[in-house]
């Protein structure tokens, strides 16, 4: 959790790389989200309902890793692998206490290595964005009963 200080700045970033992110020159990412992290109540159904559907309008690869695969498709900490046309591969990871760049070989080969297991057991795409809809339909089916039920 970042301190309230830093939380106006964190905010600033992730604004910025999400507006990288629709720009017409993005790249071209593929997103690995595991199933029990997007089952996690975090807000109200009308929030979860809104994340759900910003999640299906990325034009980036949507792939869930399920509940089902156990531990295989859990980590502790997140991956990233960016490959340029004119530069070497970098991987990098960032957990509680540190962010990490490699550029070494072995550790790109590593982290490359998460990635394939990841896409051995994922959904595919449209299995993945078929899960994700359900879980919107189903935060705002939520939304909708605690409206109703507020408005007894």
């Known amino acids: 959790m970042r301190p309230p200080d830093r ?9 910025d790389r999400q507006a ?3 720009s017409h ?7 690995f989200i595991h199933e029990n992290a997007l089952r996690l109540q975090v807000g109200t159904p ?6 759900f559907r910003r999640l299906l309008f990325l034009s980036h690869a949507l792939r869930v890793v399920p509940a089902s695969s156990g531990p295989a498709g ?7 692998v960016w490959e ?20 070494d070989p072995a550790g790109v080969k590593d982290c490359k ?14 299995q993945s964005r078929a899960m994700v ?20």
């Open 7 to 15: 939380i106006k700045e964190a905010v600033r970033h992730r604004m």
């Open 20 to 22: 990288f992110l629709r």
């Open 25 to 31: 020159d993005r790249p071209e990412c593929t997103y």
């Open 46 to 51: 009308a929030v979860m309902e809104e994340q």
């Open 74 to 80: 859990v980590f502790m900490a997140n991956y990233m």
């Open 84 to 103: 340029y046309e004119k530069r070497s591969t970098v991987a990098f990871t960032d957990c509680e206490i540190a962010q990490v760049f490699v550029q």
């Open 113 to 126: 290595t998460i990635f394939e297991r990841l896409d051995a057991i994922a959904l595919n795409e449209t």
């Open 133 to 152: 809809a359900d879980l919107a339909g189903q935060a705002r089916d939520e939304h909708s009963r605690q409206l109703h039920l507020t408005q007894r």
